[in-house]
């Protein structure tokens, strides 16, 4: 959110839950070996988009993968080298830009930041 220049209302298809909600839904699923190392697999399907978490039984607060994928082929994979829960080492880094202040209101509506320039041309031709 650093240097962002404008703040828009967008609806949300629906409930927009914690990044790692689904982790408290998953289920185990076996195990795989990867260089001499087993690894503990867990996956959460929801729809057509599949979620799964590697994780080394020595360090069980510490994710060894992230993998992501949907049955239209779009795979996302995370390698974490370090992880650590623990706050920012650089607080700027979650600044607010003034512009989107009232979105700390108990009341506010979900608002995202965007820090390009974009087309509200489309808005205006309605507006006439």
Known sequence: MREGKYCMTRPFLGPFGEVWDWVSKAKFVGTVKVDGNRFD??????????????????????????????????????????????PPT???????????????????????????DFDDTEDDKNDN
Not at 94 to 114: D, G, R, S, W
């Open 41 to 86: 697999v867990w996956n959460y399907t929801e729809g057509i988009y599949t979620q799964s978490l590697w994780m080394n039984r020595s360090h069980i607060h510490k994710p060894v993968r992230y993998i992501a994928e949907s049955t239209n082929i779009n795979i996302s994979v995370v390698d974490f080298k370090i992880y650590h829960a623990n």
């Open 90 to 116: 650089d607080p700027d880094e979650f600044e607010v830009p003034p512009i989107c202040q009232e979105t700390m209101l108990p009341t506010a509506k979900h608002y995202m930041n965007f820090s390009q």
